[in-house]
């Protein structure tokens, strides 16, 4: 499928649609930014183990 469209949704964060509209890609700038809530948890556990 080929990209038609790119639409941001928030900042950082664009989805890419097809022609018909359809998503095709979900596109994150600077994750670990975005993430971090989640990633830093995930860090300690992998540290503890």
Sequence with gaps: MEE???VEI???VNIEL???G???D???FHAS???????K???KRMQAA
């Design 4 to 6: 038609e469209e790119v």
């Design 10 to 12: 928030s900042p950082g």
């Design 18 to 20: 097809d022609g018909s």
């Design 22 to 24: 359809e998503l095709i």
């Design 26 to 28: 979900v596109e994150l």
């Design 33 to 39: 930014v975005l993430l971090k809530d989640v990633i």
């Design 41 to 43: 948890p995930l860090e």
